[in-house]
């Protein structure tokens, strides 16, 4: 099949850029698909195709722009044009923007393939159901609050409309199918990006690394984890750089320079900026553990995904989606009330204190991240455009036929 894929693509730094690359990286794998177009946010980079593996032919169409009232327009003329026999959505609410006609706009592309009859799939991460409005940094107005519910339902309501919604935790299954009486829900794991060789978990010398990745500001706070390992040092005397890895969240934006100033003073802190997809192990190779300072969840955690395959142990808050990952996929670590910063230093320092539990910790989200590796997750997807291109033919045939529908 020739398959389309409506996502954000690097260098694009829309959110579930990098998911995007590696779904990219799995399908054209695929023996099923013959072509993959992905049609993705222009950017001021060209976006291209540096997969070193054979696979299907690629081609790429810049053809949204965030934050755009037209994408609508400009997306079903591609559609359109490339005429594929299948088409996936990798989403989140505000994946068309963070204006809400934008994003809201955006979120009726689903459900306009389909009455194109074009078999359509959404994966999508996250549901308004689980998110923290205040603490993702959406609105702290209770009135606001009400209103971006009442939207976010009235757009689920469109998103279910596509074929087949994808979602990466089974909580959110439920919650689609009881709220809503959704009969077209599958769970399909988030999956590991890549599955390195099981690593030594030795680590390299010098300071041990605590390491955070992400995008800050909103519900990812910095401050706590940095303040949580200067208890650590004071108490345990040991050697520690707290790496910052990754960039603003684009609602806040010079968050992390903020961040710099107001903690010049403290000894080893690393800010590294945005990280390209080709440093990625070697950032995660040489951390210790990989620690989510967050207030609220907002879907499944591909940071999760990427510590496990790399082998890492993990500190995590007792809240949300992380806490529902851990018991569907079998990831483990230290929880910690995220409104504490004694109760993260007690979960940190649990791991830099004894090795032996690091790489206990380390080998259990190892083979958990083991367990769904991205090939996997994309033969899920084929599995179900081939039972709609089943469906569709079977329609077709009585359709030709004459029978009502």
């Not at 210790?288 to 995590?316: E, I, W």
């Not at 206990?360 to 083979?367: F, H, S």
Request: hydrophobic content about 40%.
């Amino acid at each position: 099949m020739k398959l389309a894929i409506v996502t954000a693509f690097p260098p694009s730094k829309v959110t579930l850029n990098e998911y995007a690359y590696h779904l990219v990286k799995h399908f054209r794998q695929q023996t099923e698909v013959s072509e993959l177009v992905i049609l993705t946010d222009t950017s001021v980079e060209e976006a291209t195709i540096d997969f070193a593996e054979e696979g299907c032919k690629v081609r790429i169409e810049q053809c949204w722009k965030f934050n755009s009232y037209t994408n609508v327009i400009s997306v079903l003329k591609a559609v359109r044009r490339i005429a594929p026999n299948a088409i996936l959505f990798n989403l989140q609410f505000m994946k068309f923007g963070d204006k809400k006609i934008a994003a809201s706009l955006g979120l009726l592309l689903p459900l306009l393939c389909k009455l194109r009859r074009i078999p359509t799939i959404v994966l999508l991460h996250n549901i308004m159901e689980q998110v923290d409005l205040k603490s993702a940094g959406f609105t702290k107005n209770k009135i606001a609050q009400k209103i971006y519910n009442f939207i976010g339902t009235t757009l689920t309501r469109f998103i279910l409309a596509a074929d087949v919604v994808a979602v990466t935790i089974s909580k959110y299954k439920d919650i689609l199918e009881e709220k809503y009486h959704a009969k077209n829900v599958t769970l399909i794991p988030h999956g590991t990006f890549e599955l390195p060789k099981e690593p030594s978990f030795e680590l390299p010398d010098g300071p041990l690394k605590v390491m955070t990745f992400g995008k800050f500001g909103t519900y990812k706070k910095v401050e706590i984890l940095i303040e949580a390992v200067e208890k650590i040092r004071s108490r345990t005397h040991t050697d520690i750089e707290i790496v910052i890895a990754g960039t603003d969240n684009p609602n806040v934006p010079g968050y992390l320079e903020t961040m710099k100033e107001k903690y010049a003073h403290v000894p080893q802190v690393t800010f590294t900026g945005y990280v390209e997809e080709e440093d990625v192990p070697t950032i995660f190779g040489e951390t210790a553990m990989v620690v989510f300072p967050y207030t609220s969840t907002t879907g499944s955690s591909g940071v999760l995904h990427q510590a496990g395959s790399y082998g890492k142990a993990v500190v995590m808050p007792d809240l949300g989606d992380l806490n529902l990952l851990v018991k569907d996929e079998g990831y483990r670590g230290e929880f910690f009330d995220p409104q504490n910063v004694d109760s993260l230093a007690n979960a940190i320092e649990k791991i830099v204190v004894s090795a032996a539990y690091r790489v206990e910790l380390g080998i259990a989200n190892y083979r958990a991240a083991t367990a769904y590796p991205m090939h996997k997750i994309t033969e899920m997807y084929i599995t179900q455009f081939k039972a709609l291109r089943e469906k569709k033919m079977i329609q077709l045939e009585k359709e030709f036929q004459g029978v009502t529908l």
